[in-house]
């Protein structure tokens, strides 16, 4: 059984109703579905930055229905975190130099160190990442690529 690691952009597609993310999501189990605590950071991040920055009654509603909305789509993904292990393999990871940034790096070490297969519209960062596999649930062929 594989463990599919849901990255930021995915869980966004999957709030936006994408098809593909969507069917790819129903076609696995729970126990096969994750995300990692970086893209929880960020998820939450990002409507609390929009809620900060909200000048009318408008966008603060929809700011905190949109923050529900995000709180409701990740509770049942199991959460991976950033352990010391992880945090090691995202530190040799930076040394290679990548060109991949910091988030993405911490969500890769953290997939590695789980076995995880990153899903991600985000290939071209994804696959620059030794051993790292990725696949981008957005389109129709969705073939796992060991990097």
Do not use: C
Not at 80 to 94: F, N, V
């Amino acid at each position: 059984m594989s463990l599919f690691v849901l990255d930021t952009d995915i869980l966004t597609h999957l709030e936006r109703g994408e098809p593909n993310v969507i069917e790819n999501i129903r076609r696995r189990s729970a126990s096969e579905l994750a995300t990692t605590v970086i893209t929880i950071e960020q998820k939450l991040a990002g409507w609390h930055a929009y809620i900060r920055q909200a000048r009318n009654p408008r966008q603060i509603v929809y700011g905190y229905e949109s923050l529900s909305q995000a709180v409701i789509l990740l509770r049942p993904l199991r959460i991976l975190t950033l352990t010391m292990a992880a945090y090691d393999r995202y530190l040799q990871l930076q040394s290679l130099k990548l060109g991949v940034g910091k988030a993405d790096l911490k969500i890769a070490a953290i997939a590695l160190e789980n076995e995880g297969i990153v899903v991600t519209k985000n290939l071209r960062d994804f696959r620059r990442v030794p051993s790292l596999t990725s696949v981008d649930w957005t389109l129709t062929d969705e073939t796992e690529i060991p990097n």
